[in-house]
T-cell receptor, first 112, second 113 residues
Framework: DGGITQSPKYLFRKEGQNVTLSCEQN?????MYWYRQDPGQGLRLIYY???????QKGDIAEGYSVSREKKESFPLTVTSAQKNPTAFYLC???????????FGDGTRLSIL | KQEVTQIPAALSVPEGENLVLNCSFT??????LQWFRQDPGKGLTSLLL?????REQTSGRLNASLDKSSGRSTLYIAASQPGDSATYLC????????????FGTGTQLKVEL
């Protein structure tokens, strides 16, 4: 079955630690996205990539980094510079610009 | 800056009732609008996408309408069922050349037996 796989489902970060969230898709989509969801707020865009080896900052990129070395993969690193990382992180992909976005099941990140 | 608002924030209805969820957006220069469903602790499932040139889209018991000039969309759910209980989110693609979805905060729906 085609889809988006995010791992791990739950992740805990210690103070000063960088952690990486995985996102893999087998839909052959060109575009991939990372969103952050906080209670009572809509999803906010962290980074997006429309093609391999290219990515752009979204609305809340500070404290995060990404790479897009393969079409199927778009990992997100939450760095120690992100002072409030506790949230639900969602990865999405779309065939191309303006096409429907398909979402993974998310990773919940908490601080130890 | 585009802002998307969904009212009400929460809604509880008895099974079988028809209901309407509302979404409004401040900048009418959108490319399209998408409705999603989110179950607790899960990702989003796309329900309907309406292009800016369209007035409505239908899928089964769901009907979404779009009035770009007034900055409004509605999601109509017919004959609601307990399995429809979830949070419903609307999101707009800005027509400004980027590929950015701006989301509302959602309506949490509970359909009771």
């Amino acid at each position: 079955d085609g889809g988006i796989t995010q791992s791990p489902k739950y992740l805990f970060r210690k103070e000063g630690q960088n952690v990486t969230l995985s996102c893999e898709q087998n839909l052959n989509h060109d575009a991939m996205y990372w969103y952050r969801q906080d209670p009572g707020q809509g999803l906010r865009l962290i980074y997006y990539s429309q093609i391999v080896n290219d990515f752009q900052k979204g609305d809340i990129a500070e404290g995060y980094s990404v790479s897009r070395e393969k079409k199927e993969s778009f990992p997100l690193t939450v760095t120690s510079a992100q002072k409030n990382p506790t949230a639900f992180y969602l990865c999405a992909s779309s065939a191309e610009r303006y096409q429907p976005q398909h979402f993974g099941d998310g990773t919940r990140l908490s601080i130890l | 800056k585009q802002e998307v608002t969904q009212i009400p924030a929460a809604l509880s209805v008895p099974e079988g009732e028809n209901l309407v969820l509302n979404c409004s957006f401040t900048d009418s220069a959108i490319y399209n609008l998408q409705w999603f469903r989110q179950d607790p602790g899960k990702g989003l499932t796309s329900l309907l996408l309406i292009q800016s040139s369209q007035r409505e889209q239908t899928s089964g018991r769901l009907n979404a309408s779009l009035d770009k000039s007034s900055g409004r969309s509605t999601l109509y759910i017919a004959a609601s069922q307990p399995g429809d209980s979830a949070t419903y989110l609307c999101a707009v693609y800005d027509g400004g050349g980027g590929n950015k979805l701006t989301f509302g905060t959602g309506t949490q729906l509970k359909v009771e037996l």
